[in-house]
């Protein structure tokens, strides 16, 4: 009896080990696909940011904006609506602030989000 009961305290032994180092494996090959992960994501930005970029700047030195006086047209409409968006976006950051915490429900912390979108 006594041998069968050595026999299966070495048994959950053996079989805790096997957990704790599986699990501690798991854990790293889940940090290193996360990683893995979040540079694609971030490359992927770049990629977009430079793509933007490129077309915006084949855009003005193609034909079509030959004319210096179409181009500052064009920047001060960028301006203008760049300068709408950052105000109505501070104005809903300003809701949130001027908001009393016990008023900050999900409901309207959800209403400010949708409008930042």
Same mark, same amino acid.
Request: glycine share 0%.
């Given at each position: ?9 070495? *048994? =959950?032994?053996?079989?805790?080990? #096997?957990?704790?180092?599986?699990? &501690? ?5 889940? @940090? !290193?696909?996360?990683?893995?992960? &979040?540079?694609? +994501?971030?490359?992927? =930005?770049? !990629? &977009?940011?430079?793509?933007? !970029? &490129? $077309? ?8 079509? #904006?030959?004319?210096? =006086?179409? $181009?500052? *047209? !064009? #920047? *001060? $409409?960028?301006?203008? %609506?760049?300068? $709408? ?7 809903? +950051? ?12 999900? @409901? #309207? +912390?959800?209403?400010? %989000?949708?409008?930042?979108?």
């Amino acid at each position: 009896m006594a041998d069968e009961n050595e026999k299966y305290r070495l *048994e =959950h032994l053996s079989n805790d080990e #096997f957990y704790e180092e599986t699990v &501690k494996q798991e854990a790293e090959k889940f @940090d !290193i696909l996360y990683n893995q992960w &979040k540079e694609s +994501v971030v490359r992927f =930005h770049l !990629i &977009k940011q430079e793509d933007a !970029i &490129k $077309r915006f700047l084949d855009l003005m030195e193609s034909k079509r #904006f030959v004319n210096a =006086h179409t $181009r500052c *047209e !064009i #920047f *001060e $409409r960028l301006k203008t %609506e760049q300068l $709408r968006v950052f105000q109505q976006r501070m104005e809903l +950051v300003k809701q949130l602030d001027d908001q009393p915490s016990s008023k900050l429900t999900k @409901d #309207f +912390v959800t209403s400010v %989000e949708d409008k930042l979108r």
